[in-house]
């Protein structure tokens, strides 16, 4: 029961280098999320996939991109990591649909950005 | 825009009393979802608890319950006999109607129980 996997869980980069986060879902599910987490600031979202083969922008997407490879997976791309980048990602994934299904996060990456 | 508002940057409670968690949101939307989602300090997401704005009663779920009043606008939280596995950030979110339902979050609160 993997449910949502992100990986790396931990990051350090410096500021100009770029990477990859990953995200894999095992439910079946349609849609995906990208959120950010900084203190004080609850979680927003910078890119969501309604379904397989496509994406959004959302709150904060400024320095991201994405790419739905497949139905499971939704990668966060940061091209040239800035200070302001460091935070905790998570991703999310749901049916899609609205009702009380909930939405299943990913145990988080924490970047910091030097 | 979904906007979500929790005016309680922390909370104590006494084990084993009740506290609730105040939420109020704004959305134009008809038809919509409130989430509440606990956060412990190991960081995981827990969803909590869910209120569709068409159902009649307000939801439960074992200690956790949800007091809605929607020509209000608020979802308040209420966690009953409090413990101390209780103590996380609590957020409040909702969902839009742009056909993905992403989730927008309030800002969260921090609950301590207090033995």
């Known amino acids: 029961n993997a449910g949502v996997t992100q990986t790396p869980k931990f990051q350090v980069l410096k500021t100009g280098q770029s990477m990859t986060l990953q995200c894999a879902q095992d439910m079946n599910h349609n849609s995906m999320y990208w959120y950010r987490q900084d203190p004080g600031m609850g979680l927003r979202l910078i890119y969501y996939?309604?379904?397989?083969?496509?994406?959004d922008k959302g709150e904060v997407p400024n320095g991201y991109n994405v790419s739905r490879l497949n139905k499971r997976e939704f990668s966060l791309r940061l091209e040239s990591a800035a200070p302001s980048q460091t935070s905790v990602y998570f991703c999310?994934?749901?049916?899609?649909?609205?009702?009380?299904?909930?939405?299943?996060f990913g145990s988080g990456t924490r970047l910091t950005v030097v | 825009a979904q906007k979500i508002t929790q005016t309680q940057p922390g909370m104590f409670v006494q084990e084993k009393e009740a506290v609730t968690l105040d939420c109020t949101y704004d959305?134009?939307?008809?038809?919509?979802?409130l989430f509440w989602y606990k956060q412990p300090s190991s960081g995981e997401m827990i969803f909590l608890i869910y209120q569709g704005s068409y159902d009649q009663q307000n939801a439960t779920e074992g200690r956790y319950s949800l007091n809605f009043q929607k020509a209000r606008k608020s979802a308040n939280l209420v966690i009953s006999a409090s413990q101390l596995g209780d103590s996380a950030m609590y957020f409040c979110?909702?969902?839009?109607?742009?056909?993905?339902?992403?989730?927008?979050f309030g800002k969260g609160t921090k609950l301590s129980v207090i033995p």
């Open positions: 979110a909702t969902d839009s109607g742009a056909g993905s339902y992403q989730l927008t």
């Open positions: 959305t134009s939307d008809p038809s919509y979802g």
């Open positions: 999310a994934s749901s049916e899609g649909s609205r009702g009380p299904y909930g939405y299943t």
């Open positions: 996939s309604a379904s397989e083969g496509t994406t």
